[in-house]
C-alpha cells in the first residue's frame, strides 16, 4: 500500500507549469536566512576571541558556548515537535504532522552536536570520552529515543497511522528531554556542572563565568535557541510541503 | 608559590568545532538534497501529466 498523501492538486492546463503560491520562497525565510547566517559567525568570534580564556580548562572550555546552547536549541526544536504531534492528533491536518517531523529532525542534529561537543570536552577534563554519568547517559537515552523516532516513521507504511504513532511518540520522547535537563539537578552523584545555577557538588570541570563569557554564553543561547531552530525547521518544513506535493503528483500519475 | 598553568586543550576545541560543523552541515546537505530531488521528480511528474 502506497503511503502517499492524496492532497489535492491545482488543475493545470496540459502543458502548463504552475508554481503553487506555498512553493516560493517567503521573502521572511530569506532574510532570515541571512541574518541568522550572519549571527552564528558572530556568535563564534564572540566564543573563540571575545570571550575571555579560563584559567584552569583552557581554550577547550569555549565549546561551552556551544554545546550548552546547542541543548537549549534542540529542547525548543523537540518542544516544536510536540506542539506539531498535540496539532495533529487534535485536528487531524497532516500539516502538524510536517511540523513535528521538522522539529524533531532539527532537535535530534542539535542534540547529536551537544552529545559530540560534550564528548569532546570530557576528554581533557574529566580525562575520557565517556563515563556513565546520569547526565551524559540522559541525554544517549534522548538521542537513541528521537533516532528511534525516525525508524518508527519509516517502519509504518499507512500514513495516516504513521502520523498518529509519531505524533504519540513525540510526545512521550520529550519526557527524555526534561529528564536530561533536570537530572543534575536531582541527582547528586553527577558530575557534570552546571553552567547556569549552582553545580552538584561531585561536579568535576565547573567554572565561573567572568561577564564576557557570560554575554557570549548568553547571546549563543539567543542564536541556538532561537535563530538556528526557527529558520531550519522552516526550510525543513519546506521540504516536507514539497515531497507531499511530489507524492500527490506521484499517486496522480499512477492513477491515469 | 602555587603558579597556575592553563592548559593547551585548543585540539579538543577545534575537534568540538568539527563535529559542530559535520553535524549541522549534514543536516543542512540533505534538506538541499531533498529540495534538489523534489525539484526533479515534480518536474518528471509533471512532463508525464503532460
Known sequence: ?256 | MEQNITPDTTAYLILGLTVTALVMGALIARIMIGFRNAHRDEAALKEIEG
Do not use: C
Open chain 1, 1 to 256: 500500500m502506497s503511503a502517499v498523501t492524496q492532497a489535492p492538486l491545482t488543475p493545470t492546463a496540459p502543458g502548463e507549469r504552475t508554481t503553487p503560491a506555498s512553493a516560493k520562497r517567503p521573502l521572511l525565510l530569506t532574510i532570515l536566512t541571512i541574518v541568522t547566517t550572519i549571527l552564528v559567525v558572530i556568535s563564534l568570534y564572540m566564543a573563540l576571541a571575545y570571550a575571555g580564556q579560563e584559567a584552569d580548562q583552557g581554550d577547550v572550555q569555549r565549546i561551552f558556548y556551544i554545546h550548552v546552547s546547542a541543548f537549549a536549541g534542540a529542547f525548543i526544536a523537540f518542544g516544536i515537535g510536540v506542539i506539531g504531534g498535540i496539532a495533529y492528533l487534535v485536528r487531524r491536518n497532516p500539516r502538524w504532522d510536517r511540523l513535528a517531523v521538522s522539529g524533531i529532525e532539527v532537535g535530534f542534529a542539535l542534540a547529536l552536536v551537544n552529545l559530540f561537543t560534550g564528548m569532546a570536552w570530557a576528554r581533557p577534563i574529566w580525562n575520557t570520552w565517556w563515563t556513565w554519568d546520569p547526565r551524559l547517559t540522559s541525554a544517549a537515552i534522548m538521542v537513541l529515543t528521537y533516532a528511534a523516532y525516525f525508524m518508527l516513521r519509516n517502519g509504518i507504511e499507512n500514513a495516516d497511522t504513521r502520523r498518529r504513532f509519531a505524533s504519540v511518540y513525540g510526545i512521550l520522547a520529550f519526557s527524555t528531554v526534561i529528564i536530561t535537563f533536570v537530572i543534575i539537578r536531582i541527582r547528586p552523584d553527577t558530575i557534570h556542572p552546571a553552567v547556569i545555577g549552582a553545580s552538584p557538588q561531585n561536579a568535576e570541570g565547573g567554572f565561573r563565568l567572568a561577564p564576557s563569557m557570560l554575554a557570549t554564553l548568553s547571546y549563543s543561547m539567543v542564536v541556538w535557541s532561537v535563530f538556528i531552530p526557527w529558520v531550519l525547521i522552516w526550510w525543513r518544513l519546506r521540504l516536507e510541503n514539497l515531497n507531499e506535493r511530489v507524492n500527490a503528483l506521484r499517486a496522480k500519475a499512477l492513477e491515469e
